[in-house]
């Protein structure tokens, strides 16, 4: 077992990352660039090394320096999280090369499933079920354009070296394709450093709906059931449960043998998702491999009681997998909000900055995977994600009124979150009665969702006060000597300052 | 303390009249009435509200044993003081609530203006990575006016009504903070 590793990664997955290995009694070893240096990841490692400025190609994607941290610190392997490098095969070549155990697949497996069109092609070629689209980069505009016609609107235009929602454009009609394909480029090129795009048909209402995959350096590979991933704003996974309401025993072992079936043909091992979409009559086809720990992963972990990072870890240190398929039993059911740095009443708008108060859930059932803490300003160059809230319960209601719950004691000032349009998509009917698609969430929104209810007068009044006691505690503050002189008759500065006349001059009002 | 209120909830506008007495410290009521009671009026109707600052801008607000836990904040763009609405979330609703002194109300609202000149201002942070329209084009309300990049994705940013772009301040390439001047529509 390795004594120490590097985690090539910030924020709440590296902090995960480094949980399991204090469990394990695995030394760790924090990367930062220089805006993060006050970052949680940094103060929870137990060694921690610049490795340069904040543009995520002077430090988190900049190879050679993590390889130089991790010689420096001795680090025997090195964990990427997801995102950054962690499907960039390139870097496990350069970890083989520079003698660190990259914990992830094999190079070869993240080559045929980390390009999307390549991981397509091979699965059309073994007969297995894919979205109807393109199984190569489109060269130009008119190129993709003329494809796009051929499979019919509405397309997806997607970065082939893509994920996590960007370089992802849907274009419902001919006129929306030039902009959306320069932006799609665009997206892909500042995300990625690739500009390749590629089309897909886009499905009428469709779930999503992925697979866990598990494999041993040995030749087993097994699955871990599924994980319903369908609420999505932007192509961003922004609620996911396990398991799915809509899988039933026999569709999981369909999927899930389908899953196995593509994780032996790329020659996969470690951990890996499949995922899927899953039309209205459970006809399921595959959409991409993401070869690393996913965001979402903890739903799988309370669900099936396994702790995913310690078996990638185990696996890359060369053990045997202690699980057969048989022994994978999953138990009630898990919900994950992540909860995100941006305004919901404000068209979801990125809101970094200083996070003046922070008050966390905690109770029964309640677990919270955070790379944030009160005090601590989130900067604006790198992910919106906060911390992700997950709960489990002995079933799907239970487990949602303890997130309800949860959501409820969860107070973030200073910036705003995306916990208020959780609560009401909590509360909607549909994701109650568990109707999901990857649409649902835009048709919510656009129903409302976030429109403000009737207001309720004894709120009403509680608002009053809080405010006009809010403006009498900053104006005390603000002017501590009360002057003799009415603020109506100042003039200048004060006004200037502060339009808003002084207590005493309120009083005869 | 009296106050002219005007409280926003969704589509929602309506005006109070609002006074806010501290009630007296040290008296013979202070072992029973702890000092923190306040005694408002809205719209004439008296009640005692036993408030605490829990944390800066939350307060823990009881009326007759009623339990209230209420944020207030500015709006991104917003100036401080007391001349811009704050944002006072209370459970699950936000209410805007713009206060005046009585003798000062002015009836501006704080919504969407119809006429004359409104500044577009950047509701966060970020890089401006495209301009889409240019110097006196007419523009309808929801067009695209520009796309701003923050915590790695692109927003675009769209005109609240129709008009004429009068001026553009933004440039592209170059970076803005939360309430930077945009554009300006006429």
């Given at each position: 077992?390795?004594?120490?590793?590097?985690?090539?990664?910030?924020?709440?997955?590296?902090?995960?990352?480094?949980?399991?290995?204090?469990?394990?009694?695995?030394?760790?070893?924090?990367?930062?660039?220089?805006?993060?240096?006050?970052?949680?990841?940094?103060?929870?490692?137990?060694?921690?090394?610049?490795?340069?400025?904040?543009?995520?190609?002077?430090?988190?994607?900049?190879?050679?320096?993590?390889?130089?941290?991790?010689?420096?610190?001795?680090?025997?392997?090195?964990?990427?999280?997801y995102g950054?490098?962690?499907?960039?095969?390139?870097?496990?070549?350069?970890?083989?090369?520079?003698?660190?155990?990259?914990?992830?697949?094999?190079?070869?497996?993240?080559?045929?499933?980390?390009?999307?069109?390549?991981?397509?092609?091979?699965?059309?070629?073994?007969?297995?079920?894919?979205?109807?689209?393109?199984?190569?980069?489109?060269?130009?505009?008119?190129?993709?354009?003329?494809?796009?016609?051929?499979?019919?609107?509405?397309?997806?235009?997607?970065?082939?070296?893509g994920g996590g929602g960007k370089?992802?454009?849907?274009?419902?009609?001919?006129?929306?394709?030039?902009?959306?394909?320069?932006?799609?480029?665009?997206?892909?090129?500042?995300a990625?450093?690739?500009?390749?795009?590629?089309?897909?048909?886009?499905?009428?209402?469709?779930?999503?709906?992925?697979?866990?995959?598990?494999?041993?350096?040995?030749?087993?590979?097994?699955?871990?059931?599924?994980?319903?991933?369908?609420?999505?704003?932007?192509h961003q996974k922004?609620?996911?449960?396990?398991?799915?309401?809509?899988?039933?025993?026999?569709?999981?072992?369909?999927?899930?043998?389908?899953?196995?079936?593509?994780?032996?043909?790329?020659?996969?091992?470690?951990?890996?998702?499949?995922?899927?979409?899953?039309?209205?009559?459970?006809?399921?086809?595959?959409?991409?491999?993401?070869?690393?720990?996913?965001v979402?992963?903890?739903?799988?972990?309370?669900?099936?009681?396994?702790?995913?990072?310690?078996?990638?870890?185990?696996?890359?240190?060369?053990?045997?997998?202690?699980?057969?398929?048989?022994?994978?039993?999953?138990?009630?059911?898990?919900?994950?909000?992540?909860?995100?740095?941006?305004?919901?009443?404000?068209?979801?708008?990125?809101?970094?900055?200083?996070?003046?108060?922070?008050?966390?859930?905690?109770?029964?059932?309640?677990?919270?995977?955070?790379?944030?803490?009160?005090?601590?300003?989130?900067?604006?160059?790198?992910d919106?994600?906060?911390?992700?809230?997950?709960?489990?319960?002995?079933?799907?209601?239970?487990?949602?009124?303890?997130?309800?719950?949860?959501?409820?004691?969860?107070?973030?000032?200073?910036?705003?979150?995306?916990?208020?349009?959780?609560?009401?998509?909590?509360?909607?009917?549909?994701?109650?009665?568990?109707?999901?698609?990857?649409?649902?969430?835009?048709?919510?929104?656009?129903?409302?969702?976030?429109?403000?209810?009737?207001?309720?007068?004894?709120?009403?009044?509680?608002?009053?006060?809080?405010?006009?006691?809010?403006?009498?505690?900053?104006?005390?503050?603000?002017?501590?000597?009360?002057?003799?002189?009415?603020?109506?008759?100042?003039?200048?500065?004060?006004?200037?300052?502060?339009?808003?006349?002084?207590?005493?001059?309120?009083?005869?009002? | 303390?009296?106050?002219?209120?005007?409280?926003?909830?969704?589509?929602?506008?309506?005006?109070?009249?609002?006074?806010?007495?501290?009630?007296?410290?040290?008296?013979?009521?202070?072992?029973?009435?702890?000092?923190?009671?306040?005694?408002?009026?809205?719209?004439?109707?008296?009640?005692?509200?036993?408030?605490?600052?829990?944390?800066?801008?939350?307060?823990?607000?009881?009326?007759?044993?009623?339990?209230?836990?209420?944020?207030?904040?500015?709006?991104?763009?917003?100036?401080?003081?007391?001349?811009?609405?704050?944002?006072?979330?209370?459970?699950?609703?936000?209410?805007?609530?713009?206060?005046?002194?009585?003798?000062?109300?002015?009836?501006?609202?704080?919504?969407?203006?119809?006429?004359?000149?409104?500044?577009?201002?950047?509701?966060?942070?970020?890089?401006?990575?495209?301009?889409?329209?240019?110097?006196?084009?007419?523009?309808?309300?929801?067009?695209?006016?520009?796309?701003?990049?923050?915590?790695k994705?692109?927003?675009?940013?769209?005109?609240?009504?129709?008009?004429?772009?009068?001026?553009?301040?933004?440039?592209?390439?170059?970076?803005?903070?939360?309430?930077?001047?945009?554009?300006?529509?006429?």
């Open positions: 077992m390795f004594r120490k590793i590097l985690i090539a990664n910030r924020g709440e997955i590296a902090v995960r990352v480094m949980r399991t290995c204090r469990e394990l009694g695995i030394g760790t070893v924090g990367v930062y660039s220089e805006v993060d240096r006050k970052s949680l990841h940094v103060r929870y490692a137990d060694e921690a090394f610049c490795i340069g400025p904040a543009p995520s190609t002077e430090s988190y994607l900049h190879i050679e320096r993590i390889l130089a941290a991790a010689k420096r610190s001795g680090a025997e392997a090195i964990h990427p999280g950054f490098l962690a499907e960039n095969p390139g870097f496990a070549r350069a970890c083989a090369d520079a003698g660190v155990v990259f914990i992830g697949p094999p190079v070869s497996a993240m080559e045929l499933m980390g390009s999307k069109t390549s991981a397509r092609h091979a699965l059309i070629q073994a007969g297995l079920p894919v979205v109807p689209g393109t199984d190569r980069h489109l060269e130009s505009l008119d190129e993709t354009h003329r494809v796009a016609e051929g499979i019919g609107y509405p397309v997806m235009l997607k970065a082939s070296a370089g992802l454009r849907l274009v419902r009609s001919a006129a929306e394709f030039e902009s959306a394909y320069h932006t799609a480029r665009s997206e892909a090129q500042n990625f450093g690739d500009p390749a795009v590629y089309l897909e048909k886009y499905l009428d209402r469709p779930r999503h709906i992925e697979i866990q995959i598990l494999g041993d350096r040995h030749g087993r590979l097994i699955h871990l059931g599924e994980r319903e991933c369908s609420l999505q704003r932007r922004l609620l996911e449960e396990c398991p799915s309401a809509f899988v039933d025993g026999e569709l999981r072992q369909r999927m899930g043998e389908t899953a196995v079936r593509i994780g032996k043909l790329a020659g996969y091992w470690n951990a890996g998702t499949v995922e899927f979409l899953v039309d209205q009559s459970r006809n399921f086809y595959f959409l991409e491999v993401n070869a690393r720990l996913q979402e992963h903890p739903v799988t972990e309370l669900v099936l009681g396994i702790d995913l990072v310690k078996e990638q870890i185990q696996i890359a240190a060369g053990e045997r997998l202690m699980w057969r398929q048989e022994d994978v039993r999953m138990r009630g059911a898990a919900i994950e909000c992540r909860v995100y740095a941006e305004d919901p009443s404000n068209n979801f708008f990125p809101s970094p900055g200083y996070i003046s108060r922070l008050q966390v859930p905690a109770g029964p059932g309640v677990r919270r995977d955070s790379g944030v803490y009160e005090g601590w300003t989130v900067p604006l160059e790198y919106p994600l906060l911390s992700k809230v997950s709960v489990w319960g002995t079933a799907r209601a239970e487990a949602i009124a303890r997130m309800r719950r949860a959501l409820g004691e969860y107070e973030v000032l200073g910036i705003k979150t995306n916990i208020p349009f959780f609560r009401r998509l909590l509360e909607h009917p549909d994701f109650a009665a568990g109707r999901l698609d990857t649409g649902l969430i835009d048709r919510v929104l656009a129903a409302g969702l976030m429109e403000e209810e009737p207001p309720s007068p004894e709120e009403e009044r509680v608002a009053a006060l809080a405010a006009a006691l809010h403006v009498r505690g900053r104006q005390e503050k603000r002017i501590p000597a009360p002057a003799a002189a009415s603020a109506w008759k100042s003039t200048g500065r004060d006004a200037a300052v502060n339009r808003w006349p002084r207590r005493e001059g309120w009083r005869n009002g | 303390m009296k106050l002219a209120i005007r409280i926003h909830s969704g589509s929602k506008t309506s005006d109070h009249e609002f006074e806010l007495t501290e009630t007296m410290e040290g008296t013979s009521g202070a072992a029973t009435r702890p000092s923190s009671t306040s005694k408002i009026s809205f719209d004439g109707e008296t009640l005692l509200a036993d408030r605490e600052e829990i944390a800066p801008g939350v307060y823990s607000i009881l009326i007759d044993g009623r339990s209230y836990e209420a944020q207030v904040s500015k709006r991104a763009g917003d100036s401080e003081g007391a001349s811009s609405p704050y944002v006072v979330t209370v459970g699950l609703r936000n209410y805007l609530v713009e206060l005046r002194d009585p003798r000062r109300w002015k009836r501006d609202g704080s919504g969407v203006r119809e006429q004359g000149p409104q500044e577009i201002v950047a509701p966060m942070p970020g890089k401006i990575v495209r301009v889409l329209v240019s110097r006196n084009q007419e523009v309808t309300a929801g067009q695209g006016l520009l796309v701003i990049e923050a915590m994705m692109q927003n675009e940013i769209r005109a609240p009504r129709a008009g004429r772009v009068e001026r553009i301040y933004a440039q592209e390439g170059t970076g803005v903070e939360a309430g930077f001047r945009l554009i300006r529509i006429a």
